[in-house]
């Protein structure tokens, strides 16, 4: 019962934290537009103006595309966890928690399940988007518990990430580094043109980073089409992040709230 009633404390407490930093997203403009408005923005860009000259076979270029546009917003919403993270590092926020009678766990556990909660709500909202535009997903029900399934585990993963740079940065500006090495792999992946038309090198990079098969993974079961061995490796990347990035965060923590 003790165990049970840890538990229960610990998801209050995070739930309490958490509430205080989605606050603080709805009242930032400048999160908003990164997280949701881009992300409307390059699917605009992508789908009327680059689309009609990138060959995506018989796949529609926005049904080709949305995956690679929602891991985008992902992203961008993930980054925004570190930036927090670090600020209440730096500006001694962490310190004022400590001395409150709350328990240790739920100051990084708000920050991510805040990351997870966001990340679901902006991504619905670019689904819905994507729909009005012309999105035609053929996934059933099955299909798209196994999408949501995918993308928790990504943004799960990535928001561990974040919260390795959060702690490990010295600066603000330091924590949103780790962003650039998310949108760079995004970009040198199959979101946005198949891996096909890239050149030998960029070709083998491509298909050999974490972004692909999970992008393959997601497109392949939005249009209810079979992932083959992109699901296992989609899985595998994601697990081994989220467990190596979680690992070396608290041993961050624990050396910082020694």
């Not at 399940?113 to 619905?124: C, K, W």
């Not at 585990?153 to 603000?172: D, E, P």
Request: hydrophobic residues 55%; aromatic residues 12%; glycine residues 8%.
């Amino acid at each position: 019962m003790k165990i049970f009633s840890k538990i229960k404390r610990n998801f209050s407490d995070a739930a309490v934290m958490s509430g205080r930093m989605m606050r603080h997203i709805f009242r930032s403009i400048d999160t908003l537009i990164t997280v949701i408005a881009m992300p409307i923005m390059m699917m605009l860009l992508f789908v009327y103006v680059f689309g009609g000259s990138i060959s995506t076979g018989s796949v529609d270029y926005i049904n080709y595309v949305v995956p690679g546009i929602v891991l985008f917003c992902i992203a961008s919403g993930v980054a925004y966890t570190a930036l927090r993270l670090n600020n209440d590092v730096t500006k001694g926020i962490f310190e004022r928690f400590h001395s409150m009678p709350i328990s240790k766990s739920s100051i990084l556990g708000g920050h991510v399940l805040t990351s997870v909660v966001f990340n679901a709500f902006s991504t619905v909202l670019i689904l819905l988007f994507a729909v009005v535009i012309g999105f035609r997903p053929a996934a059933g029900f099955p299909g798209w518990l196994l999408v949501t399934g995918i993308l928790l585990l990504f943004t799960f993963s990535m928001t561990w990430i974040a919260v390795l740079f959060g702690l490990m940065a010295n600066s603000y500006e330091g924590a949103g580094v780790f962003s650039y090495i998310l949108l760079l792999l995004l970009f040198i992946s199959s979101a946005f043109a198949p891996t096909g038309s890239m050149p030998g090198i960029v070709r083998t990079f491509a298909e050999n980073q974490p972004m692909t098969p999970i992008i393959e993974t997601v497109r392949s079961l939005m249009l209810n089409e079979p992932a083959g061995n992109n699901a296992l490796t989609a899985v595998l990347w994601c697990a081994g992040i989220l467990i190596v990035s979680y690992t070396a965060a608290m041993l961050i923590y624990k050396r910082r709230t020694a």
